[in-house]
């Protein structure tokens, strides 16, 4: 039995190995069929900035809930409150934004115009060419503050944007924008619509 026993286990470590070396072959594989491009450095700032609005808006909301409703019970943990609140701060302001900025990439193909974000999670999209109808830039508030801009795209029967590329300088933006505008009035018209044209 511990013969067996010993067996399985090194045939789980060897299954895990093999998975792990799977794993990190496509990821690869990906990195050398896509060339990423990074956000501009900015938008970790802008992040921050957001991060730290958030957690004030927050303050300022929870801190006249507090003012009319004194206890002694509330004045005890107060100080508790206020620890937990700059610990979050924190993370979401030197945690949370700096990963965020450093995994968030996008890339321009012959096929499709792809996304990558996250923090704690990564995940990835890509919208093909052929199925965009309009990509239109984006300045907020904070964006304008930077000097930066963000990349919508929209396709057929979306009700908003598909794919949203942050964290971009103004000119790449509107480099990206003009790109796929020319993109979309380039691509040939579908073949009912011809035929219907030929008919009339």
Known sequence: MGYSYRSVIKLQYALYYI??????STE??????????HVEPAYQKQLQLLSLIDMVLISAIFLPIYYFNRTASWFDSLWIVGIIWTLVTLFFTFFWAPRRYRFTGYAET???LHLRRGALWRNSRAVPLNRIQHAEVRQGLTDRFFG???VAVFTAGS???DLSIPGLALAEAERIKAELMQTIAHEPEPIADVDEAQND
Do not use: P
């Open 159 to 161: 009700g908003g944007a």
């Open 28 to 37: 690869e594989e990906i990195k050398m069929t896509i060339a990423w491009r």
């Open 110 to 112: 012959s096929e499709a």
């Open 19 to 24: 998975w792990t070396f799977n794993s990190d």
């Open 148 to 150: 930066l801009g963000r």
